[in-house]
């Protein structure tokens, strides 16, 4: 637990510097914040198309449709503020080198290496304007989710926060043997995408092997259908070991990786 705080500490430094470094060139965050206004418009007409069609998809109205995007924006806000940004760069750290800096430090380089970077500022954004998509589904169905189901949400949202982590740095970890992993990184974030449509969209092959085989549905979906309500019973427990079992082996894979690192990209 001492070991967690003291990271969380450095963590919240972090973001400081970086918000600080941000703020430095003001048009440019600017910019930035009109590119994520951008996004979001993209996603309100989708919501609009929704509406417009007035259908249900396997049963779920466009109110509770809502609550699936709502869930997808707000923790694609955190997959993009928090540690998008440092699993592109990884593959440039191995080949100039500057992954030995980290590997110094008193502290986790796995750490380091993905969360040193953040615009948790620029994409609080997502995270605001998805908790509203999801406010205002559940004022359209004209019911407001209990406590419990709340803190549901918050669960399987922080197991989705977790899953996204370990699924994009695992095959990461790759870049200790092939030095050049750029595509690797580009792949893994089209996975992301995945959850833009609501699993209940897909057949139940897709579900299948996108909760248990690639459990990319576990990230967006899961919060989702905890809050709803209407999360089947044999997902409970899954939905909250996979995260944890993944984050174990993103952390063996790293350690592996760094353990085959020369050092310099050689």
Known sequence: MKEICKHFWIWTRLVRINLMSQLEYRANFVTGLMM????????????????????????????????????????????????MMNLFQLSQMVRDGSLDLLLVKPVSSQFLATFRRSDCALFLLDVLTGVVMIGVGFYRMGEFPGFVRILCWAVYASGGCMLAYSLWLIPLTLVFRVVRADAIASLADCFWDFNNVPMVAFGRGAQFIGVFLVPIFVITNFPSLAVLGKLPPVWIASGLLVPVLSLYLASFCWKRGIARYESGGN
């Open 36 to 83: 994520e206004g951008g996004y979001l418009f993209a996603k309100i007409m989708y919501v609009i198309v929704v509406y417009a069609a007035g259908k249900r998809i396997a049963g779920y109205t466009p109110d509770e449709i809502l609550v699936f995007i709502g869930t997808f924006v707000a923790l694609t806000g955190f997959y993009a503020g928090v540690f």
